[in-house]
């Protein structure tokens, strides 16, 4: 009983932190989408990576309505647990091509798509699993200025031809596109280049309108350059435990 009882208490002060966390974070955001001049306001993912379902069900109950993660395992079992609650799940990690039958179950959004075997993979899994809807894809860029084609994103040249191959894909849709700001480099000159690669994107498929950049330490920068979807995890969530 007094641990039930203690366990409620906990619960009552992680959600008055939680709370106060996202409405700092909420008006840092509606700040910068006035600051930029824009009239829309851009998305809220929580990236609730590292944290316990308990969590998403709070923030659920602070009106939080889209969570992201970038790990299989973790994912699946929070999805599966709070299969109640509606939430729309992004899917923002590395991903390799034989977990791709498990994400397509829970995932809404993979942003995280950096080649055409990951797509294909995708692809295959989203048919097979006969969803009403098909899969959203963001093809993830890697914004390193010089960077070597390989993990982590697909450079710049990348991008159009695998978003071609997303929309030719059955099952899949081509979203938009997705970016960490590179390390050693201003985020802005970085999300600058994002947005051309996005414009340029939009020209061949209109519908993919998805811009999912900006973290806690580059939001602003974000919505400046034009983010639709921010991913946001430490200024909400606090400090991740890096072990378990
Ligand atoms: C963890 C993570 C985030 C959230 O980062 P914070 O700095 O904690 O806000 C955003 N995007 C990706 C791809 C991540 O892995």
Redesign the pocket.
């Known amino acids: 009983m007094a641990e039930g009882h203690a366990e409620g208490a906990g619960q009552a002060g992680r959600r008055a932190e939680l709370e106060a966390n996202l409405a700092r974070v909420r008006e840092r955001i509606r700040r910068a989408a006035e600051a930029a001049a824009r009239d829309d306001v851009p998305h809220l993912?929580v990236?609730t990576?590292f944290h316990p379902a308990s969590d998403v069900r709070l923030l659920a109950g602070l009106g939080v309505a889209e969570v992201?993660e970038?790990r299989d395992q973790e994912a699946s079992a929070k999805a599966a647990e709070l299969g109640d609650l509606g939430l729309t799940w992004h899917f923002?990690?590395q991903l390799q091509t034989n977990k791709a039958k498990s994400v397509v179950r829970y995932a809404d959004v993979v942003?995280?798509v950096d080649r055409a075997p990951l797509a294909a993979a995708l692809g295959k899994a989203a048919a097979a699993q006969g969803r009403s809807r098909p899969l959203d894809c963001l093809v993830q860029v890697n914004l390193a200025q010089g960077a070597a084609p390989g993990r982590g994103g697909a450079v710049p040249p990348e991008v159009l031809p695998l978003a071609d191959l997303i929309a030719d894909t059955p099952g899949l849709r081509i979203a938009g596109l997705?970016a960490?700001a590179p390390l050693g480099e201003e985020p802005a000159p970085a999300f600058a280049r994002l947005a051309e690669v996005a414009h340029a994107l939009r020209e061949r498929h209109p519908g993919a309108t998805m811009l999912?950049a900006g973290?806690?330490?580059d939001?602003e920068e974000a919505v400046a350059a034009g983010a639709t979807h921010l991913?946001?995890?430490?200024?909400?969530?606090g400090r991740?435990r890096t072990v378990r």
């Open positions: 993912i990236v990576k992201g970038n923002i990690g942003h995280s997705m960490v999912s973290m806690s330490q939001l991913r946001i995890g430490t200024d909400v969530l991740r």
